[in-house]
């Protein structure tokens, strides 16, 4: 009945290509979805703030000036966002991820979580504070496809 | 020159006694402080939801009626704090002390981490969005002390 | 003089042609309105969640499920919703409808109610947060027409 | 470890003594929770629009009168709580009930709802907005002393 | 049930007692209200800007010394208060009254309008805003009361 | 630089012609303005509650049906609005356009004033809260002229 | 990812042309950016109150009513924006322009300083507030394209 | 009328006795008041960055941990105060008192500007976000006097 067009910011793991599955599942049905993510090139992200700001010697300022321009993107895109999906992949810390979950939660924006089983019992409160938890990328599709009918 | 006294949220791991150290740390110097946190005995936070409300054979509900009532606890605290301290440990995932950090950022609460320099580059977000990174609880006690000379 | 195009969430009962009514209204008028709604198909909307995200034994899961997914289209149009009508039929417990008025106001949305007289007396709190109560559907039509001269 | 004193709203049904079960249980436990509520005496409440302002001839300005009044106490006291208890019997409509859920939800404040299982299904949107559904007062009370435990 | 102590503005009209028999009326029924208001003397709310920051050869700036330090003390009593009781008498344009009311809505503050018949129809828009209508002082203390009982 | 279109809600008198002289002077300097207002013609305004929701008896609740759907357009086109103008007449209470004054001032959205110098007195609260005090139409004009420059 | 088009403030110095080189930089690359900022040309914001509201003789009204008119335009400009870009030139006291950044941070819109080493310590806590710290123009538009790349 | 305890916040100069003169002010007369401020120790304020979390060799680092730190405070104490006096003394630039300013503004909270006329231009938008210009903080006290008579 809406003809809205749906703001979708997809947070976390950057090494498959879970991103392309959602996106190319909406394509296909002819969902009018806009997507944002962070930068997912991982050293054109941890490098930036020394790109252009300039070489720090320690490497915690260095991270800090790139998390700094990071962060503006992701909290735009997460606060001007309808729904935020959240991937925790099998490896990694991925506090980023979850940093982002609590935040789209008290910022009033909707979360889905996509995880693996074996993840369910470190992620209950971030499962909690989802609409939805799924396995499969088409899950999110699907979910997409239902909101926008 | 201020009576306030601050209320300060103790996010994060659980296995050691970070916690003691900064209450009592503020107790010897005097501070008004009033502490606050989650449940910390990990299995009453665990089974929490089955214990009161019933018993559930698949487990990912059984984490879900646990989380529930455990994010009455730590959203109200957490929205109510003047200052959330979040530690992260050597071990386990932790997702749900970045997602707490995540949603104090968001809700206008002042953070600060607290961690070994280990961690810095994964929690390298986490820490931009911080006030002030702690290697040791007795850091966090000499910030509370200077907050309320 | 305005142009505005304005957002109105329908609510409630799915078992009469009243949204039908108003938009047919609505385009006979030449009113420039952007309908939402829940999804109405009944079974639809209750086996949502175990349709996308798999089977429940229990019913109650089975309709946290549903409800979920559901409740991220609601809130996500409620909120972006200049009026929401909120329309009481003379059969079911229609909580939900309620749920959805008390979440307009206190989100700041105006809502409209529409219902017959029979209902007034357990509807007085939900009629006196409303702007107008309406008994037929062309009456929210004809307020829409006035709000948009 | 905090000694924080929790305020809580009790919404819902006025036919049985839940409430003072509730009361009764936290005192017994030696818990330091505020509660408030409506007014529950269901004449007074009704005609206290009449009673303190003047007649009506009709039943719909009489009941708005009401609940003018009425909603001052309701908004102020569940803006203020830290938890809503949200109580659904077995008979009348109890529209306010889900009213005040959804009003708490959207205002921030977390809710558990306390229903029979006979009411899951009409209740899944708001049992889906609750930190927790409990079928028996000593189950609320039992949340309250692990949350404030 | 509760022992909430009421928050209670009174704005409008400075020439009859009106403030002083609903404070006296609440005293007489024990009920814990805290009053505020703007200050009521006319000449040291028109002057204090002049008296205190220097004088002005233009009464349009004379005005507005004064209203700076007035608007200080009435915003901040508004948005504390639980409830504003805005008095309407039969002489002057009192726009600040009607300004108060405004102000107070927009603020989520419930109020509550005192004024005789003859105004209502041109504060329709102000009672349509308020949760009652009083005509008589005794009036707003016996709502007083109901609330907290 | 920017190519912003300002909403521009025009507030108060309803007997002269201020606000077509804006809007024509807008026009002629080809400012990008979207202006709104509540509906300025008396008669429609007054009745609309009864003529669309069925007659009342007393006056003071046909006030009400209008005024109800009245705030409907009025909350909105103001809370949206990046300015609202308020137009104080010679002649009348007009506490409507001072109840909008301080509803748009609490929203966080500024307003200019628009009145002659006898009611610089009167107006003192509402002045100190406005952005700038105007005598003619024509200096509106050449304010949003210069905002849009 | 996104065709997000972003809404950049600039604020501060008016004396050089730092505003033209970043504009430019965007436009070289392409950067879908809408830019606002302050009234640049001094004498016409100087003068903008008596210009259009009528002379005064005391400068600190003549001031006030420049300062009011202005602030339209900075306050909606900056709310609206998804950043705000802070330049501190070498001479003058900015005052205003570190208002800008207390406003745009408490307002929850992202800010980037823009200044020569010289100013770090005296700029210690709006850089501190600051998501970066640039020393060239053409710094602020690597940040664009990196943001929206 | 009212025994409300204002919270005053006192921003800016550190080199003169402007804090001591209003406390010792507010004292004499007997005011409630509950002031706070930042750490007025120079030394300690720019130092507590590195004297608790360890050396920079770099000051724009060692200023940026000693800015996080005093943050808290800041901001904290800002958001909890009834108003803000902001002193501009004749030295130094001064541009975290600027920017206390316009957070104090954003927040919602009252201001009072405290300094010479030879500042009155370059603070021009400072003061008419004002609600009063002191010149003497004597001013300031005989304000807060009238404030909580």
Avoid at 63 to 81: F, L, P, Q, Y
Avoid at 110 to 117: E, N, V
């Amino acid at each position: 009945m809406s003809d809205k067009i749906w703001n979708v910011y997809l947070s976390g793991e950057i090494h498959t290509d879970w991103r392309e599955q959602i996106i190319a599942g909406c394509e296909a049905k002819g969902l009018k979805v806009r997507f944002s993510s962070a930068v997912t090139d991982h050293d054109a992200s941890d490098m930036v703030g020394v790109n252009i700001l300039g070489s720090e010697e320690d490497n915690f300022w260095r991270d800090r000036k790139a998390s700094g321009i990071n962060s503006i993107r992701t909290s735009t895109h997460i606060r001007e966002a309808d729904l935020v999906v959240v991937r925790f992949g099998p490896k990694y810390k991925q506090w980023n991820a979850a940093f982002d979950a609590g935040f789209a939660v008290a910022s009033g924006v909707p979360i889905i979580t996509l995880h693996d089983a074996e993840h369910d019992h470190p992620l209950k409160e971030v499962d909690e504070a989802a609409k939805a938890t799924c396995r499969h990328p088409e899950q999110v599709v699907e979910i997409l496809a239902y909101l926008m009918s």
